[in-house]
């Protein structure tokens, strides 16, 4: 059995610094035991790099990742994500949660929408985004009085819910909100944080398929990425061309920051600073954080 | 001839191909609405506009609307379709933003077109034009509009224009879908009066 003990994952670095331990056990077998004792809270990142690693781990070995160690208030957190109900493939809980620790289910009771399995097949995932997006107007009409930013957050959590079709696999997606009620300025107080994760093929491998001489255009994978977010990418009609960049302009439009990280290159865009990294631990498929911000009142 | 305007709700159009009409998304989705929709334009009788309603619709985005209107007004730019004209109605804010920005992106990814564009009515009853349009079309489809109806003749005389660049306006807005267009026969010969679809 393998063990890692990641640092706090609520923190990118660990996350990341997760993904560097995982590829050095690439050659390891049976159950990977990761004891998440340094973890106080976690993000949708976080979130999603368990999936990530735990996914990647049972595709290697055909074994699952075995989580220990909880700290009650991550746990009670990871349960009503309904993480390891919807992963339970590959994401084990070494302990139970107490009945009394679960945290309740009703819409108006906590900001969160359950980690959801978003189908690459482009049939299925035509009947799963609707359902997905119909699961999120409920809550986040709960949340929100402003139809023109859930507009926008479905708008968003549909074109890179749809996006997992280019990857050819399964993603998973979250919605959280966050407050701060410390907010110097009251209209950008509360945060939406949108996530998708999948194991695909890439944002490099996907362009590449259609138009094989960007090759010889790009050198970096994050150049393949900023390529990626431009309006009409390929030319070709029945190339999306169009999800990516609508991104984009949406999280502009909130004031919010994306993030998109395939492979070993990530792209970071917030107030129309870009900042490229090609230095990462190379992780399949593709990897979309949006943050948009809005008032307190919502 | 009267014009008639005929309400076609969404619903009408996803309940036969097997979806709900909230949420207008996906590519795939919107093939298969898009390749109904045209089969009912095509059916639809001469001088008749369809109002889509969109009333029912949480959200269209941008993947649907550029695979149901932005291939229809692409077509329509290119003059390879020819289907009863439409107007949307009842779209909200959001799925309107999206249908822009669907419309718009087309003739960046097709270089060669000019006009894709279709039709929205907004809450005060106005028509305005959605997407990427040459400034003559939005001009010549103002005083259609206001007009009613009108000859190349009349077009020529109010836009102090030949009578081969009005003949031309008008049936650029006829071939976008954004006129109606009527063939009158007198003494002279054969003449269109071309009508406003509002």
Known sequence: MSQLQPRDLQFIDAVEGLYVSLLGLRDSSGILQLDLKNTTFVKPRG??????VARLWKDWTGHPVVVSNIQHRVHAYLERMDLFTECSEFLIAANQLDETD??????NSYKLLEILPI????????????????????ILGTWLDDDDLIGSVLTLLSEIGQNVIHSEDQGFAI???YKKPYSLDIELASEIRIGIADLGIGIEESLCRRTPSLTDRFNEGSDFILHALEQGTSGHLSVRGLGLYRVRSLVKRW???????SFSSSIHIENDRIEVDDTLPQIPGVQVFITVRGSTDF | MTIQQHELPIAQITQTIGMEDDFLVSRLTGKNFAAKLQEILQNFPEEVVALLDFSAVDLMDGSFADEVF??????????????????????????????????????VREESLRNCVVPVKSEDGEISLVGKFEEHVQQTFTLLNSSGELTTREVAKELDLGTAAASTRLKALYDLGLALRLEVRDDQGKSFVYRSIS
Not at chain 1, 102 to 107: K, P, Y
Not at chain 2, 76 to 96: D, H, K, T
Not at chain 2, 100 to 105: F, I, V, Y
């Open chain 1, 47 to 52: 979130i999603l790099g368990l999936v990530t």
């Open chain 1, 102 to 107: 679960r945290l309740d289910r009703s819409s």
């Open chain 1, 119 to 138: 189908p690459s097949d482009e049939a299925a995932n035509a009947r799963s985004v609707p359902d997905a997006l119909r699961r999120a107007k409920h």
């Open chain 1, 175 to 177: 919605i959280q909100r």
């Open chain 1, 255 to 261: 004031q919010g920051s994306l993030t998109i990280r």
């Open chain 2, 70 to 107: 932005g291939t229809i007004a692409a077509a329509r730019g290119r003059r390879q379709l020819f289907i009863a004209p439409f107007i949307l109605v009842s779209l909200n804010a959001m799925s309107l933003d999206n249908l822009e920005q669907a419309l718009l992106s087309r003739p």
